[in-house]
Nanobody, 127 residues
Framework: QLQFVESGGGLVQPGGSLRLSCAVS????????VAWFRQAPGEDLEGIGC??????????PDSSPLKGRGTLSIDNFENTVYLQMNNLKPEDTATYYC??????????????????WGQGTQVTVSS
């Protein structure tokens, strides 16, 4: 069973950058998709972006709040996916979650939180 744990959140000033990590374990073969989401208090879950271990191509949907400001990368050796966020704004303040599944990115980004999801990592953008 896939397991994934987020880390790297913190307090950052507006205009700053932050890199989040998603450590994935429990997969043995084949490709998986790893997606990032975020949720601010009182707001709906937002899909940010996704990357597949099959082609390492990051996918940011047009609706992504970090399109143009975020990048995704995979460290296969460490089984970790990174979300680099740049030019952060106060409205980026949220709890950020990652999820991994043996599926394609477009389907994974439609998922809602489940019991397999972790606690997320808090990102606060404030001066």
């Amino acid at each position: 069973q896939l397991q994934f744990v987020e880390s790297g959140g913190g307090l950052v000033q507006p205009g700053g950058s932050l890199r989040l990590s998603c450590a994935v374990s429990g997969f043995r073969s084949g490709s998986i998709a790893v997606a990032w989401f975020r949720q601010a208090p009182g707001e709906d879950l937002e899909g940010i972006g996704c990357i597949s271990t099959s082609d390492h191509l990051p996918y940011f949907p047009d609706s992504s709040p970090l399109k143009g400001r975020g990048t995704l990368s995979i460290d296969n050796f460490e089984n970790t996916v990174y979300l680099q966020m740049n030019n952060l704004k106060p409205e980026d303040t949220a709890t950020y979650y990652c999820a991994a599944e043996a599926t394609i990115c477009k389907l994974l980004l439609r998922r809602q939180p489940s019991d397999s999801w972790g606690q997320g990592t808090q990102v606060t953008v404030s001066s």
